[in-house]
């Protein structure tokens, strides 16, 4: 329960991940915050870091916990709210030619 006089407050991280490294904000913000105003506080605290730089705050698809959402969702307190990467190829197109290539090698796909 809050006590009186105080404003609900509710806990998240912001999450983003390169190949090599994994960026998280831990942020507290109000009660009924969205999902895009704690991205909004992310980048604030980010600053000017070069790595601020590169993500597309703006454009990158969101989830919670690797479920996609929109924006203008709100998030339950201790979620993790995460920018996705674009993927550089589809992951099932990969396996597929992974197969063929085993094929042609003669082995067994695995």
């Given at each position: 329960?809050?006590?009186?006089?105080t404003?609900?407050?509710?806990?998240?991280?912001?999450?983003?991940?390169t190949?090599?490294?994994?960026?998280?904000?831990?942020?507290?913000?109000?009660?009924?915050?969205?999902?895009?105003?704690a991205?909004?506080?992310?980048r604030?605290?980010?600053?000017?870091?070069?790595v601020?730089?590169?993500?597309?705050w703006?454009?990158?698809?969101?989830?919670?916990?690797?479920?996609?959402?929109?924006?203008?969702?709100?998030?339950?307190?201790?979620?993790?709210?995460?920018?996705?990467?674009?993927?550089?190829?589809d992951?099932?197109?990969?396996r597929?030619?992974?197969?063929?290539?085993?094929?042609?090698a003669?082995g067994?796909p695995?």
């Amino acid at each position: 329960m809050t006590p009186p006089g105080t404003a609900a407050r509710k806990r998240c991280v912001v999450a983003w991940a390169t190949r090599e490294e994994q960026y998280l904000w831990e942020l507290e913000l109000p009660a009924d915050a969205t999902i895009a105003m704690a991205l909004e506080a992310a980048r604030a605290a980010c600053g000017a870091a070069a790595v601020c730089q590169l993500i597309p705050w703006e454009a990158a698809p969101v989830g919670v916990f690797g479920e996609p959402r929109e924006r203008h969702q709100q998030f339950a307190d201790g979620e993790r709210i995460e920018l996705y990467r674009p993927l550089a190829t589809d992951p099932r197109e990969r396996r597929r030619a992974r197969v063929r290539e085993q094929r042609k090698a003669g082995g067994r796909p695995r």
